[in-house]
């Protein structure tokens, strides 16, 4: 008898301000009226998904000194627009990225214990960490921390939250109006904090909610990440790779749990990805070429040479070659893009990099905006409904993933046609749910109750 | 925008189970369900079934304490709260006309966080937020969080006199930077103009960056740099609210919000605040715009004064004492009520804000016997006139202070 097969997990990321996200198709609705938040929410709930996920960019993005105009701008706020959607939903889970930088814990976990209580029992905090004095400036508590202490922070700032939800213990609320006991303690909520980032004492004033903590989600593939997972997080929330690396990430990061004392089902490993339908595979195909066309528009290449080149290409031709010149290099402060992680991978061998390039142009007869079409393409599953079902069923049982969180390129609408038609399919082969199994996301994501880790 | 002078603007705050100590024991509230998302939606849902104008939710960064300045240990109270931004969002979605407004702690927490928090409330509400901004500058608040440059607290012994210089120099000191924040948080919400968004595909371009502006804000307490992440929201300007009790509050309604509360005890001192508050107003450059001075009470209605008396009595019986209050507590029945709020308006009370003595029962008899008396004198609205919080008190949506300016800013 074979192994039982595995469920497939599925959440949803509202399409975001990256040039992935196509603003510019007659479908493309507005990225901040509630009403395609609720569309998105709701669509999200009809496809069984475990949670909605929502990025966090705390300073709008800038290149060359302005601020950046070709991709979506403008965002909700995380908390406040995460609780709204709990209106509209009953099962989806509410996912929100929160950075341990230009908050307090006492605040966050204050905010999360009350988004789980509005949400009855749905609530999970992506933990990051923020790098830049840029988006610094629009905090009183400004600034930032160097690489090595702003993971410190995070670790801490996590601890400390989670010792802030557990300073109620759940029993505390009596309210029995006929002795007029309402609460079992006056010590309820109390709790004392120092170390090197936080020293803080007190009462913690929210009780302790549905799920007892949110889920815990953390972001980021690099070694210290990894261990940060392994050590406290429910789920990695990781960057879609090829099926290989997939499978080595997941036994990399999996094989990390024991020596957290944690198991492997404590831990599930959900990549980024994206996706374009079509009636058939070929149909597909020719979707994901105009899409990536819409993607890289002839002004957003050039701003991405920009950005490698670190220089102004104001009037460069996107449709002739690279630039014959190299790139400027600097450290990371000095990068004319603002507010953009993934400059930070271009800054690190920008003249590599660039090499890189002009071989893939040279090999495949490619123009500069061509270019960027090949190199910046992150679309992870292309076809029809059935091929892209059995792909995604292969990761998760050949241990490449315990699921994804679906990005789609439309917004609200992009979603609708992966419900409508994918997760029927996963459904007929037994390995999707046809109902949400519990009342909080921890049950829907197979998690054991926090108040049953505590006593086993 | 219509805002008839003969109508007067009715909110409630919405507290726990009431705001009597021992609210949480009649037989029909809900103690149990304080933090749930039902009970909050039931509140508002009936707050505006009355057609009231907003509701206010209190908050805090610290567990509720009878004593002032310190905790007080106590087990027989309503302790624990979630967080009232929150709860506005959460509620929002649900109601169709009623104004939410969550009351804020601005000394220990980020204007750029709330200024979007309030923005975001008022796109899921399409138009009717609001925030109550507050201070707290006690030593429990202080000691939960690692502001290192927070002024050491006050203490009772600070207040030995009320008009002390020291205490006033303190106060100031508190209130200056109570408006600085509200100033952050209306640069926020203009930074972005209404016609922004372009998305122009001709040129690629989603937005008008030349209608975006940094707020460039500095002040000794903080600087923001902006423009807000979130575009502006419906109301352009959602409203801003405080509560003050003396001069320095006073000079923070004038220079700063749409609506101040106050806690007069008469007409008499009804008029003479609300003169106060006027003259601080054209001190601050204000004078053509509209505040609206709205007292705070705390009611206790039945549909005999004896039984409201009664009730009251009992309530403190089981609470261990008399109930006392910074606003002036009324007992009676919802039309002796209707002539103290009528007869105040006439001294320049623009609307009041009722808190329920006890939730339910205060609530109904607000939205069921309080309203429809005031619809009979003709002292209140028969239906929502205005689709947006701003338009049911009559303040227009101000352009961006930007877009006047024109161009780059």
Known sequence: MSKPRKQVHLAAHFPGVNNTTVWSDPAGGSHIEFDSFKHFAQTAERGKFDFLFLAEGLRLREQGGKIYDLDVVGRPDTFTVL??????????????????????????????????????????????????????????????????QRYERAKTFLQTAIELWDSWKGDEIVADKETGQFLSTPTAGSFAHKDAQFDIAGQFNVPRSPQGRPVIFQAGDSDEGRDFAAAQADAIFSRHSKFEDGQAFYADVKGRLARFGRTPDQLLILPSATF????????????????????????????????????????????????????????????????????????????????????????????????????????????????????????????????????????????????????????????????????????????????????? | MSDSPNLLHLAVALDGAGWHPAAWREPDARPRELFTPRYWVD?????????????????????????????????????????????????????????????????????????????????????????RVQLDARADTNAHFGRREAPPPLRREDYADINAPELRARLSESFDEAAAYVEVLRRLWDSWEDDAEIRDVATGRFIDRDKLHYIDFESKWFSVKGPSITPRPPQGQPLVTSLGHATVPYQLIARSTDVGFV????????????????????????????IHVFADLVVFLDNTHEEAVNRKARLDELAGGEYTSDALIFVGT???????????????????????????????QITDALVPELQRRGAFRTSYEATTLRGLLGLARPVSRYAAIGGRA
């Open chain 1, 276 to 456: 374009v339908l079509g009636d058939t595979d070929e149909d597909a195909a020719e979707i994901a070429r105009e899409v990536r066309l819409q993607q890289v528009s002839p002004a957003t290449a050039v701003a991405f040479l920009e950005q490698l080149w670190n220089t102004d290409l104001s009037g460069f031709d996107p449709d002739g070659p690279l630039p014959s010149f190299d790139p400027v290099v600097t450290d990371v402060e000095g990068l004319i893009s603002k507010g953009r992680a993934s400059v930070r991978q271009f800054a690190k061998d920008p003249v590599g990099l660039a090499n890189e390039w002009r071989q893939i142009a040279a090999a495949k007869q490619l123009s500069a905006r061509e270019v960027i079409v090949e190199v910046t393409g992150r679309q992870s599953f292309i076809g029809s409904a059935e091929t892209i079902a059995t792909e995604i069923n292969r990761y998760v049982q050949e241990d490449a993933s315990d699921g994804f969180i679906l990005v789609p390129h439309i917004t609200p609408g992009g979603l609708d046609p992966f419900v409508d038609q994918v997760v029927p399919l996963l459904q007929e082969r037994g390995v999707y749910r046809t109902e949400y199994e519990g009342t909080t996301l921890r049950d829907n994501l197979g998690l054991a109750p926090i108040g049953a880790q505590v006593t086993a």
């Open chain 2, 334 to 364: 919802a039309s002796e009520l209707a002539d103290l709020l009528v007869e105040w308006q006439a001294a320049g009370i623009a609307g009041y804000r009722l808190r329920p003595g006890a939730v339910p029962h205060d609530l109904a």
């Open chain 2, 263 to 290: 806690t007069p005890f008469d007409a008499t001192q009804a008029a003479a605040i609300v003169a106060e508050i006027r003259a601080e107003q054209e001190a601050a450059g204000r004078a053509s715009e509209t």
């Open chain 1, 83 to 148: 609780a709204a959607i709990a209106a509209v939903t009953e099962h989806l889970g509410v996912t929100g990225t929160i950075n341990s930088t230009f908050n307090e814990p006492y605040e966050v976990a204050r905010q999360f214990a009350s988004l789980d209580w509005l949400s009855d029992g749905r609530a999970a905090w992506n933990v990051v960490t923020s790098w830049d004095a840029f988006t610094g400036e629009n905090f009183r508590r400004g600034g930032f921390l160097p690489q090595e």
């Open chain 2, 43 to 131: 509140q508002i849902q009936q707050a505006e079934r009355g057609l009231l104008d907003f509701v206010t939710i209190e908050d805090s960064l610290r567990l509720q304490s009878d004593d002032p300045f310190a905790p007080d240990a106590r087990t027989d109270r309503v302790r624990g709260r979630i967080d009232a931004t929150l709860i506005a969002a959460r509620v929002a979605p649900v109601t169709q006309h009623i104004g939410l407004v969550p009351t804020v702690v601005v000394n220990h927490t980020e204007p750029f966080h709330l200024s979007k928090a309030i923005a975001t409330i008022d796109y899921a509400s399409t138009g009717r937020a609001g925030v």
